[in-house]
Every structure is written in structure tokens, then in C-alpha cells.
């Protein structure tokens, strides 16, 4: 089996990237597995290099290792054009003209992860239509009206029709930046990654990416969706938040304390005592795994030591 992290250089790893990233691991070294480092700098405003050689930098310091490196998604555009192309062919896509003001008055926000279901207000304009129009489009993918199902391996069954949720999704943006969505999928694909491990908050994106799966054709990864870590007052963690980002962490703790306050919240042992994460290998299994978001306790820092 082949798993992979896949972080976005945008700023320092927080805790629940530290969590997915930990679980992830443990799941290929428990499998016996090979593990691949992917960097998803996709967006070139919010990604720096600086940030990927410290994700390197800190996935080593916890001591966490990878058995190869695939290329960084800001190489790749010649492999998303041509799975661009595979669904322009098939008659897939067409251009929008919607500015971000028009897609968020047209359309009420989808509940749980801010998904925007699309009006498909540019679905079927006539050529003569189109060419009437200034704006630099963006490229949507047209979504059949069909139920995608899966069963998660930490969430479980999960059915979504996908002109509910999002409509026809964005595979390419107005910049000419090929979306996460398409990129991930040819990634994971040409990466014979077999298994995807990452946070809840992308669970809503997973039924987008099955369905790409299988209109090119390629076998779906199993999804794993690793609860997030909530702050005591039922906050989501943002790389914003500086105290528990791993520059604050590294500073106080060892690799070996926060693993073992990890492995704790991950329910693989019952204290929070510093252990490294290969001696979590044998330990480690899905059941173990709470479903649902995972608060993390006021005080799980404390005792924290200045690393000499
Ligand atoms: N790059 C994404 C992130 O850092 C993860 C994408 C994925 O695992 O599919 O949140």
C-alpha cells in the first residue's frame, strides 16, 4: 500500500496538521507500507518554499520519515492540462464568467464545510453569449446527478449527490491555476497512492474526487478522515494560531512529549507519557481512533520542558 502527507506550504504546521500527519505515518509504518511526501504549493500567492523545507525540516523532528518525495504540484501543470483535456473531450467543461459576488448571491452556502452549490448560471450560455463577455472565466466541470457513496474508514458509510452539494465544480481558475481538486486526483493517481489520510475538513471534498477517479478512469484511494482538533472553547485550529503552531510547540516541548500527548488524544494509550512514534507503530490501529472532533484538553501543555 502506498499512503502519503500532503501539506500545503502556506505557514508552520499547527496541532491538528501535527495529528493527521502523526496518524498518517503510523497507518503506512503499521501496514508496512511506503510513504510519499507530496508539497501542494498550488497557489502561488500563499505558498513559499521556506515553508516546505520547514514542513521537511519539522516532519523529521518528530520523527516522522517518507520513502520518496513526488514532484510539487507547482511542476505538475503540464499533467493537470492533460487530464484538463481528457475532460474538455468528453465535453466536461465550460467556461464561467460568474464574479465571486455573483456566485455568493445566487446561491445559499452549503452547510457544513462552506461549499458553495453553483447556480449553473453559465451551464448553457450560447457561444455569442460567451463571446460577449470581458471577464477572464473559470473552468467548471459539469457534475451528472448521481449519488457518489463510500465508506470513509473513520467516518464511515457517506452518500453524496454532488448537483446538491456543489453543482459543477471549478477544475480550473480564472488565473489559469488548475484547482486543488483536479490536482490532488491526478496526483494520487499517478502516485498509486492507496490510501489518503487527512482532515474531516476535507471530507466534503472527497465525493468530487471519487467521481474524477472514476470519469478518467483510475482506482479510487480508501479515505481515511482524521477528526479535528478543537480548542477548549470548541475553536477550530488555524495555521493563525500561534501557541500551538510548531514553532511555539518546538520550542517548549520534545518530540517524544507531544507525540506521546497525541497519541493520547488519538486513544493508541491511555496517559499522555512521551514515547517516540515509532513505538507507536505496533500499537496503532483505526478502532483506536475517537470519531468526532477531538477537544483538546486545557492543560495540554503543561509540564511542557524548554528543550535543552
Ligand atoms: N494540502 C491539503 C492541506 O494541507 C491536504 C490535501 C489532501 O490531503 O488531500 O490541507
Known amino acids: 500500500m502506498t499512503g502519503r502527507f500532503a501539506p500545503s506550504p ?52 518528530l520523527g516522522l520519515d517518507w520513502d520518496g518525495e513526488m514532484p510539487p504540484q507547482s511542476t505538475r501543470s503540464p499533467v493537470y492540462a492533460a487530464h484538463f483535456a481528457k475532460l474538455e473531450e468528453q465535453g466536461l467543461i465550460y ?42 472565466p473559470a473552468w467548471r466541470v459539469r457534475v451528472p446527478d448521481i449519488a457518489v457513496s ?45 490510501e489518503v489520510v487527512r482532515g474531516c475538513d476535507l471530507l466534503g471534498s472527497t465525493a468530487r474526487q471519487l467521481w474524477l477517479f472514476s470519469v478518467f478512469g483510475y482506482p479510487a484511494p480508501q479515505y481515511y478522515h482524521v477528526p479535528l482538533l478543537v480548542a477548549p472553547d470548541g475553536r477550530r485550529l488555524s495555521k493563525r494560531e500561534r501557541d500551538l503552531d510548531m514553532e511555539a510547540l518546538r520550542a517548549r516541548c520534545t518530540p517524544e512529549q507531544l507525540v506521546g500527548r497525541l ?17 507507536l507503530v505496533s500499537r496503532f490501529s483505526w478502532e483506536r481512533i475517537p470519531r468526532g472532533e477531538i477537544v483538546i484538553p486545557a492543560n495540554f501543555s503543561d509540564g511542557f520542558r524548554v528543550f535543552p
Open 10 to 61: 502556506t505557514g508552520r504546521m499547527h496541532l491538528g496538521n501535527i495529528f493527521t500527519a502523526l496518524l498518517a505515518w503510523l497507518s503506512v509504518r503499521s501496514q508496512g507500507g511506503r510513504m510519499l511526501l507530496r508539497i501542494e504549493d498550488l497557489d502561488p500567492q500563499r505558498s513559499r518554499a521556506a515553508y516546505a523545507e520547514q514542513l521537511r525540516r519539522d516532519l523529521g523532528w
Open 95 to 136: 467556461p464561467c464568467y460568474c464574479s465571486r459576488s455573483e456566485l455568493h448571491d445566487a446561491s445559499a452556502p452549503h452547510a457544513s464545510d462552506g461549499t458553495v452549490l453553483y447556480s449553473g448560471a453559465c451551464r448553457d450560455l450560447t457561444p455569442e453569449q460567451r463571446a460577449a463577455k470581458t471577464r477572464r
Open 150 to 194: 463510500f465508506r470513509d474508514g473513520v467516518c464511515g458509510p457517506q452518500t453524496e449527490r454532488l448537483a446538491e452539494t456543489c453543482g459543477d465544480f471549478i477544475v480550473r481558475r480564472s488565473d489559469g491555476v488548475y484547482a486543488y481538486q483536479l490536482a490532488v486526483v491526478c496526483d494520487d493517481a499517478l502516485g498509486s497512492v492507496t
Open 263 to 279: 497519541a493520547q488524544l488519538a486513544g493508541l494509550q491511555p496517559g499522555p507519557e512521551p514515547v517516540r512514534a515509532a513505538d
